[in-house]
């Protein structure tokens, strides 16, 4: 790799980064120091870094219009499952899909979290499936239970998480004869509008799979152990004080 490509792949890297959950200020201005003393000895990477720093700040122009203009779909929408107080002042809301092994993963440190914050941390689930129809039919399934019967919702939902691996038609099944709910596998028109605008928002955010995590406007790709979940809630929580 030579210097002008490993230049470029650090200075994307730390625009993926640029503020980090866990960075202090002064690591934060070392770094930017590092970046124009490396500038300064190789100018000739001036021009092509100004134009991807550009179309970064663009492109994050562009997620903030979409959260600003979603803002009430995504935060005060009763037809998308949650769990937490309403009143809570910090809100995980998390793109995952049932037929994802890392949203099963990470499905109980969320609850986990919210079992420990119970009047600070609430999350909402946005149901993205994109496994094709084996994600289709249980995001839609999910979606017709907390809307026609919330009560089993909580039940069908672990044992959809619990399944390893993804969903068919035949899992879902066995799910929804022991819940009692089986009459809410059949498709909704309402659950699938729901499901094609959790998916435009998806690609609109620019997340790229499951799980994904939006928390007070900051996106976090990927799992998250129970330790970094509560470090961000924390340290979301300090700057509302």
């Known amino acids: ?37 490396m500038l300064q000895a190789h100018p000739e990477l001036v021009d092509s870094l ?34 937490g107080s309403k009143e809570a002042p910090v809100t995980l809301i998390v793109f995952t899909d049932y ?3 890392w949203c099963k993963k990470f499905d109980p440190e969320l609850y986990k979290l919210v079992e420990n914050n119970p009047d600070t941390v609430r999350v909402i689930n946005l149901y993205v499936p994109l496994k094709e129809q084996s994600s289709v039919n249980s995001a839609s399934f999910g979606l017709n239970v907390w809307r026609e019967k919330r009560s089993s919702y909580e039940e069908v939902h672990q044992l959809m998480v619990a399944k390893p691996g993804a969903h068919n038609l035949n899992s879902i099944s066995k799910v929804a004869k022991s819940t ?26 620019g997340m790229r799979g499951t799980p994904a995590m939006l928390i007070d406007g900051e996106m976090v790709s990927g799992y998250l152990a129970y330790d970094k979940l509560q470090a961000l809630v924390d340290d979301k929580l300090s700057n509302l004080n």
């Open 180 to 205: 009692d709910t089986t009459a809410l596998m059949n498709p909704s028109m309402k659950s699938d509008e729901l499901i094609n605008k959790n998916l435009e928002l998806f690609r609109s955010l």
């Open 50 to 83: 100004h134009g991807n720093l550009q179309a970064y700040i663009e492109q994050q122009d562009q997620v903030q219009n979409v959260l600003t203009q979603n803002h009430d779909y995504l935060y005060n929408n009763d037809l998308q499952p949650s769990i």
């Open 1 to 37: 790799m030579n210097i002008k490509t490993l230049l470029i792949s650090l200075f994307a890297s730390l625009l993926v980064f640029a503020a980090p959950v866990f960075a202090n200020q002064t690591t934060t201005t070392q770094k930017i120091q590092e970046i124009a003393d």
């Open 99 to 101: 037929s994802c092994p």
